[in-house]
């Protein structure tokens, strides 16, 4: 009987092994010197992680996502969806793919703030956290305006399309 159930369990995992393999090559992934364009396009921009950032304060509320270009703005609190679509234009995409690109993502919790004022409400509390793979990497916190140095141009981009 154990035997038996070895061999399933066996069985069933190889079968589930093949079946991630096969799912990669669908998506055009994992095939190599067969790309064109669009494709080298569309590879791109799975591989750049959601951007989601937001900023907190008595008199700000600012909610923002940054995904296949597109950035989803909400100004409200407690919002249940995005309020305002904006479309990122081609130009301005590029750089924050390239921005984006520039960030490790393991090391973005370790991230130090330039400033601490929103301890005194002297800006308001901001976070930014990426989604890559469906695992999240989100920062310490740090103050609205005043972004770590290794993410400003980054951030204080985004949060410049919204001002739009």
Partial sequence: ?????FLATLIITITGCNCQKSA?????????????????????QNNIPVIKYEAMARNISLNIKVENQVLYVS???????????????????????TLTKAVDLAKVKDLKWPTEKRYYDGAAHANITFISNGVEYPANGF????PP?????LVNKIVKLTEK
């Fill in 1 to 5: 009987m154990k035997i038996i159930t």
């Fill in 149 to 153: 140095v290794e993410i400003e141009k």
């Fill in 75 to 97: 100004r409200v609190r407690d919002f249940k969806d995005y309020e305002e679509k904006i479309k990122i234009s081609d130009a301005d995409w590029k750089e924050i793919v």
């Fill in 24 to 44: 990669i090559h669908s998506n055009g992934l994992a095939e190599e010197g067969h790309s064109n364009n669009n494709q080298s396009e569309a590879v791109m």
């Fill in 143 to 146: 103050d609205h305006g005043f």
